[in-house]
């Protein structure tokens, strides 16, 4: 039982290029997010899924895409970096849905982007 | 909207301080409340919860208590280690809503 876990650990892109943050989960939680972490101001949520083939905007959406084709995955694309969009990026899941469930929340290991 | 509010730190401790960590809350209803850390260069751990008003959560010595009546729930371990130094958030969320994190605090613990 692997957790989440995300990839790649760390990237440098330059300004305008595009990637996907990779992230999957083995513990078949219906509940997938992911966040930014920036220094003095928490994890802000981009963008949710409430389960496969639904997913939601969260406080800081823009310039992101993800989908949810399977419980598993939960890709964050970045559609042309931005070097405001440097940070530390985290995946999450938990079981359970929006409206219910559990509240603890697991957490992959981090990507440390940069963008120049 | 939902906010929490937390010391920012960075907060320096010598092995076997007292340690606490303030954090105070703004949300309509209900909320649970939780504190995280994260361990230099990995993701956020769970470290305690607390479901409604004057339960108290505990792990690994650290305590944590919900008064709803002063919109609180401080962190706090009688005697620190190295190894507790870490990231440690305050977060809340409401039924039917998504976490909401506050900032983080910093903890540095001097041998």
């Known amino acids: 039982n692997a957790g989440v876990t995300q990839t790649p650990k760390f990237q440098v892109l330059k300004t305008g290029q595009s990637m996907t943050l990779q992230c999957a989960q083995d513990?078949?939680?219906?509940?997938m997010s992911w966040y930014r972490q920036d220094p003095g101001m928490g994890l802000r949520l981009i963008h949710y899924s409430v389960g496969a083939g639904i997913t939601d905007q969260g406080e800081v959406p823009n310039g992101y895409n993800v989908s949810r084709s399977t419980t598993e995955d939960f890709p964050l694309r970045l559609l042309s970096a931005a070097p405001s969009q440097t940070s530390v990026y985290f995946c999450?899941?938990?079981?359970?849905?929006?409206?219910?469930?559990?509240?603890?929340?697991?957490f992959g290991p981090g990507t440390r982007l940069t963008v120049l | 909207g939902d906010s929490v509010t937390q010391m920012e730190g960075p907060v320096t401790l010598s092995e076997e301080a007292f340690l606490t960590i303030n954090c105070t809350y703004t949300a309509t209803g209900y909320p649970s409340l939780f504190w995280y850390v994260q361990y230099p260069g990995e993701g956020l751990q769970l470290l305690l919860k607390a479901t409604k008003a004057d339960d108290k959560g505990s792990n690994k010595g650290f305590e944590a208590t919900y008064r709803k009546e002063t919109t609180s729930f401080h962190l706090e371990k009688g005697s620190v280690q190295v190894s507790d130094s870490a990231v440690y958030f305050c977060a809340l969320r409401n039924y039917g809503q998504n976490f909401v994190f506050g900032p983080g605090t910093r903890l540095s613990v001097l041998p």
């Open positions: 999450a899941s938990r079981p359970g849905t929006l409206s219910g469930g559990p509240d603890t929340q697991y």
């Open positions: 513990m078949n939680h219906e509940y």
